[in-house]
């Protein structure tokens, strides 16, 4: 089945960095939507990040953009979020997740096209 895990959690202060890692078993990497979403207790999940294995294309909110970056290793079956220059703001849970969307064009931050996830890794940021 379809198994996605995260890792490289942590806690840091602000401005510093961190590298989020998703490793993805149980179906074929490549041409694949992926994404990183975070939530905070008591507010909705919001899309940070996602990336189309399949040519690498990206797309990230605009909170996180020039601070975040989305990468993937398809040999390694691996998605990876590197976050720099952190603030409190970006403290959360953070969730790895693959969406249905097999089509390039359509590989968005719309969190209903997600239907895999993974259990969450936990970034808190200090000021």
């Known amino acids: 089945q379809v198994q996605l895990v995260e890792s490289g959690g942590g806690s840091v202060q602000a401005g510093g960095s961190l590298r989020l890692s998703c490793t993805a078993s149980?179906?074929?990497?490549?041409?694949?939507?992926m994404g990183w979403f975070r939530q905070v207790p008591g507010k909705e999940r919001e899309g940070v990040a996602v990336i189309y294995t399949d040519g690498g294309s990206t797309y990230y909110a605009d909170s996180v953009k020039g601070r975040f970056t989305i990468s993937q290793d398809n040999a390694k079956n691996t998605v990876y979020l590197q976050m720099n220059s952190l603030i409190p703001g970006d403290t959360a849970m953070y969730y790895c997740a693959r969406s249905y969307i097999s089509k390039g064009y359509d590989c968005s931050l719309n969190r209903p096209a997600f239907n895999y996830w993974g259990q969450g890794t936990q970034v808190t940021v200090s000021s």
């Open positions: 149980g179906y074929t990497f490549s041409s694949n939507c």
